[in-house]
């Protein structure tokens, strides 16, 4: 299957800076990236739709200014927690659409835990 | 909101076939349904997916009833690696953008 790479797997900040999460797809194309957050014992939570070229789309309840995403190539999208606070502390989880064939699979990164100290 | 629901847990014995249910009533005629299983602290995996008729590969077989109203993920021989959340999720069109919304999915203990 493809493949979909996060970087970094951990990372531990202090409160009030900001962390920058990559997303890529490392043998495919992906013009469509999803970004996921996850809770402990929860299911997957999606955040926002990244495009290629053009703005995100943020679900309900996101805030746009506090998770930025860009995707500015066919195999990156990242997602910037800015000003990050111990409630921001999660897994995240990006996903990319492989259109090789009609029913557009998803494929999932790894994911990033992220811990705001 | 999702538009799936799923057992919170289930037990199978080792070697047994584990049946995932899972129900999507609400399905539109042209959405597919997607299974991914996550093991703890990893990023979902791809099992299978479908549209209308019944699926196989390495991995699984899903089921998915002549009205498309629930399907069934079958793992013929269940090892302890299967330990796993599964997940059911139908890909829905939204604003001309195809969304993934995960349900709570079914927490999967293969016992030895």
């Known amino acids: 299957g493809a493949v979909v790479s996060q970087h970094p797997s951990r990372v531990i900040c202090k409160s009030g800076t900001s962390v920058k999460i990559e997303c890529r797809s490392l043998?495919?194309?992906?013009?469509?990236m999803f970004w996921y957050r996850q809770f402990p014992k929860k299911s997957l939570m999606l955040m926002a739709t990244?495009?290629?070229?053009?703005?995100?789309?943020?679900e309900q309840g996101v805030e746009k200014d506090k998770f930025l995403i860009n995707h500015a190539s066919l195999t990156l999208s990242t997602l910037t927690v800015t000003s990050a606070h111990p409630e921001d502390s999660s897994f995240y989880i990006c996903?990319?659409?492989?259109?090789?064939?009609?029913?557009?699979?998803?494929?999932f990164g790894p994911g990033t835990r992220l811990t705001v100290t | 909101d999702a538009k799936t629901t799923q057992p919170p847990s289930m037990d199978c014995a080792e070697g047994r076939a584990a049946n995932l249910p899972c129900n999507h009533s609400?399905?539109?005629?042209?959405?597919?349904v997607y299974w991914y299983r996550q093991i703890h602290s990893q990023g979902p995996q791809y099992i299978i997916h479908?549209?209308?008729n019944n699926e196989t590969n390495e991995m699984a077989s899903l089921i998915i009833t002549e009205d498309r109203k629930s399907s069934t993920l079958i793992l013929p021989h269940a090892t302890l690696r299967d330990t796993a959340v599964y997940y059911c999720?139908?890909?829905?069109?939204?604003?001309?953008?195809?969304?993934?919304?995960f349900g709570t999915g079914t927490r999967l203990k293969v016992l030895a």
């Open positions: 996903s990319a659409i492989f259109t090789g064939t009609q029913s557009y699979e998803q494929y």
């Open positions: 043998d495919f194309q992906a013009t469509t």
């Open positions: 990244s495009n290629e070229g053009s703005k995100a789309t943020y």
């Open positions: 609400t399905i539109s005629g042209n959405e597919y």
């Open positions: 479908g549209l209308k």
């Open positions: 999720i139908v890909r829905v069109l939204t604003s001309g953008t195809y969304k993934y919304i």
